[in-house]
């Protein structure tokens, strides 16, 4: 070992006898099983050697994690004072977290930051309780930072109890203005304190190592990860789309687990006997005494009722008055509300005749090691049976919807785009030596050849940008939405923990695992996605880049932009003189059309909120308030109706799944932030709103014009082997 290591090394061991930071306190204590500490050592190596971004990441770069662990825990700065910071940043400097990390495995500063965290947690709820037997001052002129996440830390105790007073005011008003009596108030604001204490009560070891070693990873990159076991578990069932369980969304509402919906095709679902609503009592295992889970954690509720499949569940459930057993066997449970999905409108077209015009929705890119043999769930096979059934009716053109689409499996993208193009390149990937690779659809087959928009927003990111910019740079699609998508260019490998080193494989232990960016991607053109994302060949007014905090840039460590040589591929952007008759009629509605006018407005009324940085603590000033918000709703409301009547066009759904029972949404069900108001005014005016396909959705709407545009634009010369009612490449 160098004397660099040994030095440091000696400073780790010396800095552990540190003693605690509240004397006379009684701590939690956490002893970390020795995978764990073989996890982080493993961690540490992976994000040194194998990293994209690894020569980025210095030793000194360690001096950050105490200010980002002390955010992660006090995001609004509500709990540390300046005092705090100061004292950890000097008792875990960055070579003492590193090598304590990197030499031993250890990370006892985030347990005593976390202890430290805890105790003040507990001590202000204590606060909050005699504070709150007090009257407080509502008729003031105080006002309260409702965002304080980039805030300084209050500099000590006193400015800290201010600003806690503060808070207080701001969540008793908050109440009153949801019709509590002052009582109810200040009971529930209560009862929100205390249950953040059991809460962080019931995080393990385990936990607060993911929390600290995930501002580790970000060092690096803001996509870079550790995930525990059970994080890791819970990632597997959002790609795969799948679960073994026994098919119900659970919630807690006031420490009880509740049943929010039972899934389509699920063992509850086909067992008939829970129902929405229901409350779950106690879990036994088969064999096993039930174990009571009034107040436990919803996830630790989770845990218990999900198990291997062809094992029996057995739930004490409270059902209308009445405590009854249900036994469930467990069985894989398909998540469809997320799958693709699409439906067939009927729009006006030329001449008053109407048009069948499919929409293909796509939330998440899903797939599985089962998917090529029809096990799993696969976003490109379902996505091809969905534009079989949409052949079927004879659609005229196809919106693919990726809207909110945050991405998921790269080789999903690549089988995505090559539904639309003949055979080629769709995106190109390059490590962190320069090696590029590229990854091509070899299918010569095409499910769909004809007229194509991308719909996308700010919120696509990732696979999806994958996909439209690559359909984009053939020329196959007209891309539609915000003024750019996410812009996350970059590649994640989930390695196992468990495969990465022998002592780990040995471990009897659930093991988690590190995502880790080993690569950016390129379009087929060379151009990287990273930051800039993909520009739409048609870009609509929205809310979204009024938003804080959407986009990579806001990112912390984000790599930057690029580009490499293009590959080899038969293909190119639209032409000029196809695209630009296409802009400027969506632009002639954008600047003419009613619905226009109404989102322009809305998007201003929106930017205005958002630079609202501070909200009044005068009660009356907060009723005045709601209520002018109320009627300018209610106004934007009674117009949003008048308008999408004009688009109410006659839709037939095409599921892969049966369709979710509408949720139960009875006041009994509304989380205490609903405004009850608003939910039955909403209802009054659009009784019949389809939760997939609402009315006044304006972007799909102009979606559709541009389609109409297309089929009514003059014949354009098309490349040798494209079909005549595909647009690519002119």
């Known amino acids: 070992m160098s004397p660099l ?73 509500l709990y540390f004072v300046q005092a705090d910071k100061d004292a950890f940043r000097g008792r875990y400097p960055s070579e003492f977290i590193y090598w304590n990390l990197a030499g031993l495995g250890r990370i006892d500063a985030a347990y005593r930051i976390f202890q430290a965290y805890e105790k003040s947690v507990r001590d202000r709820a204590a606060w909050i309780d005699k504070r709150l037997s007090q009257p407080l001052d509502l008729d003031g002129d105080d006002t309260y930072e409702f965002d304080r996440s980039k805030a300084p830390w209050a500099k000590d105790a006193e400015e800290l109890d201010a600003l806690w007073l503060k808070r207080l005011k701001l969540e008793v008003i908050k109440e009153l203005l949801g019709k509590k009596t002052p009582e109810d108030a200040v009971a529930k604001v209560r009862k929100r304190y205390d249950r953040h204490v059991k809460n962080l009560a019931e995080l393990e070891t385990v936990d607060i190592a993911e929390i600290f070693l995930r501002q580790i990873a970000h060092l690096y990159d803001p996509h870079s990860d550790y995930l525990s076991a059970e994080t890791f578990e819970e990632f597997g069932i959002g790609i795969r789309l799948q679960l073994v369980g026994i098919g119900a969304q659970l919630s807690m509402e006031d420490d009880l687990c509740v049943i929010k919906e039972i899934i389509p095709g699920g063992p509850a679902d086909l067992d008939k006997r829970l129902k929405p609503n229901d409350k779950i009592i106690a879990v036994a295992q088969e064999g096993k005494e039930p174990v009571d889970v009034i107040g436990m954690q919803l996830r630790k509720v989770v845990r218990m009722i999900r198990g291997e499949k062809g094992t029996k569940v057995f739930l004490t459930v409270e059902s209308g008055g009445a405590n009854k057993v249900i036994d469930i066997t467990r069985d894989v449970v398909s998540l469809d509300s997320q799958r693709a999905h699409a439906a067939v409108f009927q729009v006006p077209g030329a001449g008053g005749a109407t048009l069948p015009l499919g929409v293909i929705r796509l939330p998440v890119f899903y797939g599985g090691a089962g998917a090529d043999d029809g096990k799993e769930n696969s976003t490109s096979r379902d996505v091809a049976e969905l534009i079989r059934r949409l052949r079927e009716k004879n659609v005229a053109g196809i919106v693919l919807d990726l809207r909110n689409n945050g991405g998921g499996l790269l080789n999903e993208a690549v089988a995505l785009a090559g539904l639309f193009i003949p055979r080629g390149p769709v995106v190109q990937v390059r490590n962190s030596t320069g090696q590029v690779k590229v990854d091509s659809d070899e299918n010569p087959d095409v499910a769909y050849d004809g007229p194509l928009v991308v719909l996308t927003s700010r919120f696509s990111a990732s696979a999806s940008e994958i996909a439209a910019g690559a359909l984009q740079n053939y020329g196959r699609a007209i891309i539609i939405g915000d003024n750019a998508t996410f812009g996350k260019g970059s590649v994640q490998a989930m390695l196992e923990m468990k495969n990465m080193s022998p002592q780990l494989a040995q471990s009897r232990d659930k093991l988690g695992a590190t995502r880790l960016t080993i690569q950016k991607f390129y379009l087929p053109n060379g151009a990287s996605t990273q930051l800039k994302g993909v520009i739409p060949d048609i870009s609509l007014p929205n809310y979204n880049e009024f938003m804080p905090s959407i986009g990579e840039g806001s990112l912390p460590h984000v790599l930057p932009w690029d580009e490499i040589p293009t590959s080899v591929f038969d293909g190119r952007p639209l032409a000029p003189g196809v695209l630009a008759p296409l802009r400027e009629a969506a632009l002639r509605r954008v600047e003419t059309l009613p619905e226009f006018d109404f989102l322009k407005r809305n998007v201003a009324l929106f930017k205005k909120h958002q630079d609202e940085k501070t909200v009044s603590l005068n009660l009356e000033a907060r009723r005045a308030r709601k209520i002018s918000d109320r009627d300018e709703r209610n106004a934007f409301n009674l117009e949003r109706k008048t308008l999408s009547d004009a688009f109410d066009y006659p839709f037939e759904e095409i599921l892969l799944a049966a369709p979710r029972e509408p949720v139960n949404k009875s006041a009994k069900n509304r989380g205490a932030d609903d405004d009850e108001d608003e939910e039955d005014n909403y209802k009054e005016l659009f009784p019949d709103e389809n939760e997939r396909y609402p009315r006044m959705d304006i972007p799909l709407r102009e979606s559709f014009r541009v389609l109409v545009d297309i089929l009514n634009a003059p014949a354009a010369p098309k490349p040798a082997g494209v079909a005549s009612t595909g647009f690519i490449n002119h």
Do not use: W
Not at 6 to 30: H, I, N, W, Y
Not at 49 to 69: F, G, L, M, P, T
């Open 5 to 77: 290591k040994q030095t440091a090394l000696s400073l780790c061991l010396a800095l552990l006898a540190v003693p605690a930071l509240f004397a006379g306190a009684k701590p939690r204590e956490f002893a970390p099983p020795r995978s764990l500490s073989d996890e982080a050592k493993t961690f540490v190596n992976l994000l040194e050697q194998a990293h994209y971004n690894r020569d980025a990441v210095k030793v000194s770069s360690y001096d950050e994690i105490i200010q980002e662990y002390m955010a992660a825990l006090d995001g609004q700065r």
